[in-house]
């Protein structure tokens, strides 16, 4: 009952929860219980009050983070997937998780026209991703350097170089910080105006380099020139890393695949389907050309795992016990099929543009080149830019956020829900 109300309300309900929503929150501050709660109490507290307190992320008019909605039948799919309740380490544990992970695998990895046997890891989100492709990068960097960082781990090993974009996105210095490639020893390639590297600017590349590409600059949208960068780089024994965090699915767009050309290059890809697909949360995806390393760095071995001749899910991924996101993964994909994520790429990018459209007509100014889902806006000051997004925030009608763009603060838009209409935009 609940949720089926939360559902039919969600068009019209504030974007982001009313102080008196917020206020009542505090019917969950109290002692633990000495006793068993009634359940439909417990449902009641919930429904009552947990949902005039959430964000309406999942609504046509949440443009905020790189927040993507979901698809009725995604969130049916995920409540089956709830009840089983399902582990997917391993086989033996979940048979239906191992078969639909080996399906989504290979889906995605045609999708997007990524080179054959390439494998992929299902784990919460983009920044567990990355963490997963740069330990099997760091691995397989050191390894060609005779040291095995599985046996003797990072103290002492042969240095290698990582060379990323001034703009990469923060869960990537994340990501080399928890794996002892802390940013103070990063290079910085210089970007130009939109936050792309810049070809000739790219600092030396050889055999010992990470070089971190971005499909997707999380402000501006735009894509590093795949292409240019790896004529520099083929050759040299480099391993290439692409963050395309909601920007990998332009791969399924006839009409945006020029923005992503050259990056099948890359030895490893880092993606999240609860952004531009639409699907429930969390659902991240790494993915690897050589599964051996990928597998590697992810390793784990005692005598009551049980491996089987069939997909076990943890030899991809940190985490043994995880819940099996595959399963409305699978039914995201299944329900879309090929020309329904290019179509919806391809109407995520049609209203930003629009958005774009319209707020240039109402006297802003748009910033970045809306090349993708991302719209950059600002006033005619700084003051007059801040006091127009907390205006919008507090408005309850949508729900923007904020950013630094060249110094200056802007008005970030992220065109990510697929149930946003042109009529929520005029709105």
């Known amino acids: 009952m609940y949720a089926y109300k939360y559902i039919d309300s969600l068009h019209d309900k504030n974007v982001f929860p009313s102080d008196e929503a917020i206020a009542g929150l505090d019917v969950f501050d109290e002692p633990m219980p000495d006793t068993p709660s009634s359940p439909s109490g417990i449902l009641h507290q919930l429904g009552q009050f947990g949902s005039a307190a959430t964000v309406a992320q999942s609504g046509g008019k949440y443009f905020g983070f790189v927040n993507g909605g979901y698809f009725p039948v995604l969130v049916a799919s995920k409540w089956i997937s709830d009840l089983w309740d399902q582990n997917s380490a391993l086989y033996v544990m979940s048979p239906v998780a191992s078969k639909l992970e080996e399906i989504c695998e290979k889906w995605i990895v045609d999708l997007l026209g990524l080179p054959s046997g390439t494998a992929a890891g299902f784990v919460s ?185 069939y997909r076990d899910g943890m030899l991809y991924t940190p985490e043994m016990s995880r819940r099996a996101r ?69 408005s309850g009608c949508c729900w923007c956020g904020g950013a630094k763009w060249h110094g200056q603060p802007v008005i970030r838009i992220s065109v990510c829900s697929w149930q946003t209409t042109p009529k929520d935009i005029d709105e």
Not at 139 to 149: I, T
Not at 176 to 190: D, F, I, M, T, Y
Not at 266 to 279: F, I, P, Y
Not at 347 to 357: M, P, T
């Open 326 to 394: 595959s399963i409305e993964l699978w039914a995201t994909l299944k329900f879309l099929g090929k020309k329904g994520v290019g179509a919806l790429v391809d109407a995520l990018c049609d209203n930003a543009r629009y958005f774009a459209e319209k707020l240039n007509e109402n006297g802003f100014t748009v910033v970045n080149d809306v090349v993708f889902n991302q719209v950059l806006v600002k006033c005619e000051t700084d003051d007059l830019t801040n006091a127009t997004l907390e205006n919008i925030q507090s």
């Open 125 to 309: 989100g983009l920044s567990t991703a990355i963490i997963c492709a740069l330990a099997a990068a760091r691995n397989e960097l050191l390894l060609k350097q005779n040291w095995d960082v599985n046996q003797d781990g990072p103290f002492g090993a042969p240095p290698i170089r990582v060379v990323l974009g001034e703009q990469a996105h923060s869960s990537v210095f994340k990501a080399l910080s928890l794996l002892g490639l802390g940013r103070n020893r990063v290079e910085l390639a210089p970007v130009d105006d939109q936050g792309r590297i810049i070809p000739e600017k790219l600092p030396r590349i050889d055999s010992n380099t990470l070089l971190i590409l971005q499909a997707g600059n999380v402000n501006s949208g735009a894509f590093d020139p795949f292409e240019e960068i790896f004529e520099i780089a083929k050759e040299t024994g480099a391993w290439v890393h692409i963050d395309g965090a909601f920007g990998l699915w332009a791969a399924a767009s006839k009409n945006k695949y020029c923005l992503i050309k050259g990056f099948e290059q890359a030895d490893s890809w880092s993606v999240d389907a609860h952004k531009t697909l639409n699907a429930p949360y969390d659902c991240g995806i790494v993915l690897c050309k050589r599964r051996s390393a990928l597998v590697n760095s992810m390793q784990a071995s005692a005598s009551y795992i049980q491996y089987s001749k």
